[in-house]
């Protein structure tokens, strides 16, 4: 453990998921795995989307910008992982420390309002179906975006200019695989009580305000399938909350874990539930939407025959310029 008498530490040491050399390989194996998979499969999502006229809606444009979220969101955690598995020096330096908190930050709030504004569009398509296209209209999705991305940026910046203004002059290693606000404020030799309290009061309101309003949502979405006379439109209504559903839950029953409880109790059990949120559900939403969802499974059908039809049209004149005319 290297000790330093510096307010302002030139850069921290992530000490990752394991400090022993025989399991750095592995690990780097399988992230790279989870990683690619992560990429490709929420970059299909999206093209998906982006080129199928049916999914051209307000659920599957709030549905591509998380997969968008979701690749950012990796990124900005993954690659240095990967680097510090093969690394003997694990070192990051305090800026790029800062930004990368900046970053999971900004990504990890815009998923939580993302889900919440996926929550709003369902509630409307089942409970007015009527006014659906008038309520979620252009105007309306886009100041949902809008909000989420502002928010998502104040909230940001300030967790991380909170932390820049502490000093550090003990450790500098993090026991984490990221600079995650917890593990870094318990380096810190200076209070923490200004940066505790908000995280507990701002921070907790952040992450809460978007769960209550998913809570309510589906509490007026459940009132109104039970007065559904058929049973066809109630597993109808539950089958496109499903999807949606196993997300929120997967995402905030490990961001709870994670955070709402003492800095003082952060654990290494932290860092394995921060990986559910950070890595397995950005892995899996891909997966989660598209296997219980039709809609989707025939967008990347017809993605498929695309990139096919595009693949043969390439080969073919590649051919003819060969043998000539």
């Known amino acids: 453990m290297e000790v330093c008498n510096l307010t302002r530490l030139p850069e921290f040491i992530l000490l990752g998921l394991s400090s022993r050399p025989e399991d750095q390989k592995p690990l780097f194996v399988l992230f790279l795995i989870l990683y690619l998979v992560t990429l490709m499969g929420n970059l299909l999502i999206i093209l998906a989307i982006r080129s199928d006229p ?21 990124t900005v955690i993954i690659p240095k992982m990967l680097v510090n ?3 003997d020096a694990k ?18 709030n815009m998923d939580s309002y993302l889900l919440a504004a996926m929550a709003i569009d369902r ?17 309306c999705c886009m100041s949902l975006l809008v909000f989420s991305i502002t928010f998502s940026c104040l909230h940001s910046l300030l967790h991380v200019l909170l932390v820049n203004r502490l000093t550090f002059c003990t450790s500098n290693v993090i026991h984490h695989f990221f600079c995650d606000v917890n593990p870094v404020l318990k380096l810190a030799c200076s209070s923490t009580s200004v940066n505790e309290v908000v995280a507990m009061t701002e921070g907790m309101v952040s992450v809460m305000a ?20 058929s049973a066809a439109g109630k597993r109808k209504a539950f089958s496109t909350c499903s999807s949606h559903l196993t997300v929120v839950t997967l995402f905030y029953g490990s961001i709870s874990y ?14 394995i539930a921060t990986i559910v949120y950070t ?20 967008g990347l059908e017809k993605l498929r025959s695309m990139i096919k039809f595009e693949m043969d049209r390439l080969s073919t004149t590649k051919t003819n310029k060969i043998h000539g005319p």
Do not use: W
């Not at 978007?210 to 006379?229: D, E, G, K, Q, W």
């Open 54 to 74: 049916q999914l051209q809606n307000p659920m599957y444009f709030f549905l591509s910008i998380l997969s968008f979220a979701d690749i950012c969101y990796t």
């Open 85 to 87: 598995f093969l690394s």
């Open 91 to 108: 070192t990051i330096s305090y800026a790029e420390c800062l930004a990368q908190m900046y970053f999971f930050l900004l990504f990890g």
């Open 123 to 139: 509630y409307v398509a089942i409970c007015n179906p009527f006014h659906y296209v008038t309520v979620m209209n252009h105007r």
């Open 210 to 229: 978007p769960f209550a309003c998913i809570i309510i949502s589906y509490l007026r979405i459940l009132i109104a399938v039970l007065n559904m006379p």
């Open 258 to 271: 994670v955070y709402f409880q003492p800095l003082s109790s952060y654990t290494v059990k932290n860092r």
């Open 279 to 298: 890595v397995l559900t950005s892995m899996l939403n891909p997966f989660i939407y598209s296997l219980r969802n039709k809609d989707m499974k025939q």
